[in-house]
């Protein structure tokens, strides 16, 4: 039976979004066009503690499409064929609405 | 579609706006003289938290033209034309007004 | 007689389990699938202190099955024979659910 | 039109004072001799946040005769033929009063 | 007339116990087996302050038996035998219980 | 006419004494003997802020004979022959009193 | 006349005291058994503030016998022939008592 995994403290579970290779027009992008990359919120853990120790919420939610690092984030395996990884709160850079 | 990129927590979305090459009065400035990169707000996060967990807003908003720093920032990649990028609003150096 | 290890402040026991190198179906996993390491919390310690002296409780429990990080903690040799680590708080990934 | 620089946060822009080269009385000084550098204060940021979010207003104003420090600050070109440069107002050093 | 040292804020004096070479049963242990150390609490600082100033006691107390890391400590010569080293709370590792 | 130079935050400026190259009673001290260095407090600033924003005021006053370190301090040149040097605080090592 | 020196903010004003070359019993130490030096303390600051600005006071007082770490402190040369050294609080080991 698959595992779930629920992020802890104020780290952000994501699934990596193959980058789009062709324009919605269906040109194609030159490769280092499409160097950013997206990925969809699985999960989000409940949050860190501020210096007073109060809970920071995360600022993301599950099903978010957020705009990813270039860098950072722990690559995770999870039973299904998705590329999977972990995010502190910070490093996400933002949150992609159509 | 074109996609809308809401930064995260104090980040701030910015537009580069082309360095002026001639000065008003036409003369053609030298290549050093317009080092000083400006740009354009399109998009600012909710703010950052203080220590004990207050969020502080970002300190410019959408279309404050600013002045940018030489380092710093990460460029992202818009459906649009132009270049962009995200700063840390403490990165930000000043707001340029006519 | 066997010793029992009390964590101190925020630290986590943890006995490490064999990652599994068959998938449920029983298909052999290739040897870079499995490199997530997983454990199981044995002791947690009582917490650490905020900033301003309050104690921030550990984020997990005995019992629970932790995703390991590549790197950090320490190897504890206690008298059974399981690999046992002891973890801060903030190094465990995330907590495995079936 | 000539635009106007508002620095953020806690930054301060100066205009560089060119360091005196004769004394007073109009004895030449040596180069040594005049190497710290003075500046005039044309605008300063609302301030930076202490850790607990309250506003911590710059402690200088426009007007003040600075002295600055030989390393730190990020030159600024503005459409006058002034050196400018931006400095974090921890950073400056003194006010010099007649 | 032997000396005693009382420890300074969140420091603890340890006397090290020498690692057992022999199994409960006898079994003479691998030399790579006893790695960990063990020590016994002798004395205890008053403990650290906070950011805040409030006093944070030390979290073992005279008597206990600790689990010492590989690293840190200042080791310390006392008049009498044996070994002793001055840790800093969070630096131990773990309380043994029988 | 002469500038008087009124230090920020928690700085201080002080005037270099020369060293006593005798002893009271004459007799010439060792090249090594005096190399502590001595000053004496001539203005300090207002002082720093502390983390929640409350000022902090400098822990000399003007006219104290202060010890200074070996290291630090950024030597400052006013109008008359003395030698002047700008310390934090936090860098001088004590007040030496008659 | 000989000068006074009052530690500032967390310091603490201590004369080392020469080693013990012999035990209690007249028995030659080796030479590395009395590596921990000691120090009688002189004078002692007023203490250092703590991150909301109250006094934090030092944690020994003059009279007391200090055990001292192998590196850190500043030496002082004072009037008189033995040698002194000024360590932050912090730095100190323990306090010996007979």
Known sequence: MAKRLIPLLDRVLVEKLAPPTKT?????????ASKMSEGRVVAVGPGRRSLNGDVIPVSVKAGDTVLLPDFGGTNVKLDSGSEFALYRDDELLGVLTS
């Not at 040109?27 to 280092?32: H, I």
């Open 24 to 32: 919605v027009g269906g040109v194609l992008l030159p490769e280092t």
